[in-house]
T-cell receptor
Framework: GIQVEQSPPDLILQEGANSTLRCNFS?????LQWFHQNPWGQLINLFY???GTKQNGRLSATTVATERYSLLYISSSQTTDSGVYFC???????????FGTGTQLKVEL | DAEITQSPRHKITETGRQVTLACHQT?????MFWYRQDLGHGLRLIHY???????NKGEVSDGYSVSRSNTEDLPLTLESAASSQTSVYFC????????????FGPGTRLLVL
């Protein structure tokens, strides 16, 4: 199966800072998605982004499918952005997601 | 609002017991998935279903089974619980077999003693 590498594994930011999280795939991937797992464990889907760029408030994501990577941008970070960010995708047909091991983000005052 | 729920939210059981975790979604989605989350492994797919009476094995299916008798529910059964199955279990659903956003339930924390 595909390998999903996320970087950085850990990140500490001061409130108001910007950051970029990266996700690399070992093979062509479909149905790329970004999730945020909050400190209470809930997984929230941030973006469904198989290609191109999307924005939602302070968050945006870009996927370059031909180069097998995706980026998640967080601007003007807030303490509520803390948690773990996962990317995931599928190969071939179907919708079975393979997840990366995540980026642990902590935003401090 | 449509949602996906899991029960119980926390469960402690003993080695060798049969355990069933419930997953119920009101999205009317055809696709449902079970994942487990462990430190150092992220989330891994256990079983999935693309519709009623359809079930398929995922990456880590040994020791688990599922059944799909209706659209809304996909219960996960641990036939004989083992300590290695201590984990957090997430259920998810999506509309299309070809892809699309997956929505996750709140998770079930299972401890096998």
């Amino acid at each position: 199966g595909i390998q999903v590498e996320q970087s950085p594994p850990d990140l500490i930011l001061q409130e108001g800072a910007n950051s970029t999280l990266r996700c690399n795939f070992s093979d062509s991937v479909n149905n790329l998605q970004w999730f945020h797992q909050n400190p209470w464990g809930q997984l929230i889907n941030l973006f469904y982004i198989p290609s191109g760029t999307k924005q939602n408030g302070r968050l945006s994501a870009t996927t370059v499918a031909t180069e097998r990577y995706s980026l998640l941008y967080i601007s003007s970070s807030q303490t509520t952005d803390s948690g773990v960010y996962f990317c995931a995708g599928t190969t071939g047909g179907g919708n079975k997601l393979t997840f990366g091991t995540g980026t642990q983000l902590k935003v401090e005052l | 609002d449509a949602e996906i729920t899991q029960s119980p939210r926390h469960k402690i059981t003993e080695t060798g017991r049969q355990v069933t975790l419930a997953c119920h979604q009101t999205w009317n989605h055809n696709n449902m998935f079970w994942y487990r989350q462990d430190l150092g492994h992220g989330l891994r797919l256990i079983h999935y279903s693309y519709g009623v009476q359809d079930t398929n094995k995922g990456e880590v299916s040994d020791g688990y089974s599922v059944s799909r008798s209706n659209t809304e529910d996909l219960p996960l059964t641990l036939e004989s619980a083992a300590s290695s199955q201590t984990s957090v279990y997430f259920c998810a659903s999506s509309e299309s077999q070809r892809g699309g956003t997956q929505y996750f339930g709140p998770g079930t924390r299972l401890l096998v003693l």
